[in-house]
C-alpha cells in the first residue's frame, strides 16, 4: 500500500512538471534529487502516523505452572487397641522347709536298707494346701521313693512332717542325693525344693535313725 502511494506522488510530481511547461510564467527549475528526498520524507512520516495510529499488541503474560498440591494424605486403618491385659499374680501356695526330723545330710546306709526320711515342713503361703496335693521326687536318686498325696487340707502356716520310705540301692556306693518338692494336684509345683542326702556304703544307719516315725502329722 505504502508503495502505490509513493508512485502516485511521484506521478503528480512528474504532471505537475509537466503542465508548467505549457505556462507562460517561467517557473524555476525543479531539481528532481530534491522532490524524491521530499517524497521520501513524506512517505516515512506517512509510515510513522500509521505505526502510531495501529494497536499495540500487548504480549500475554507467560503462564507459569501453579504450585503442585500434595496428595491428601490415605488414611490408614489405625491399629486395632489391645485389650489390658491381666498380670498373672504370684501363685497363693508356698512351702517352707523347717527341718530333717530323721536322715541328716550324709546319713551313712548300708545298700539295701531301707529307711523313713522326714522332714519338717511349714504351709507359708496364703492359700491352705488342699486334699490331693501332693509331695513328689523332682530329681537326683529317688532310692524308690514313691509320691506321697496329702489326705487333708493343711492350713495357713501350719507345720507338718512329710515322710517317704526310701530304700539304699544296691548297684552303687557312695553320696547319693533326691530332691522332693510339693505340688498341686494337677502338678504345678510350688515353694522350697527339699532333699535328703546319705551315703551308701558308708555304714549301717543306728537303730534311732531307723525308727520309723509316722509318714505326716497335721494339727
Known sequence: MQQKIFYIMIIGVILLTACGGNSVTATPTVDPNSIQTQAVKTFSAALTQTALAAPTETPFPTLTASATFAP???????????????????SCYSMAFASDVTIPDNTPVAPGQTFTKTWKVINNGS???????????????????????????????AQVNLSIAMIAPTNKTGTLRGNWRMSTANGQFFGDEIYVVVVVGGGTLTPAATATTKPTTYP
Not at 494424605?73 to 491385659?85: D, V
Not at 496335693?133 to 524308690?144: E, P
Open 127 to 157: 492359700c491352705p494346701w488342699d486334699t490331693g496335693f501332693k509331695f513328689a521326687f523332682t530329681g537326683g536318686d529317688a532310692m524308690s521313693g514313691a509320691t506321697y498325696t496329702i489326705p487333708s487340707t493343711v492350713a495357713v502356716n
Open 72 to 90: 491428601f494424605a490415605t488414611l490408614s486403618t489405625l491399629p486395632a487397641i489391645s485389650q489390658a491385659t491381666t498380670v498373672p499374680t504370684k
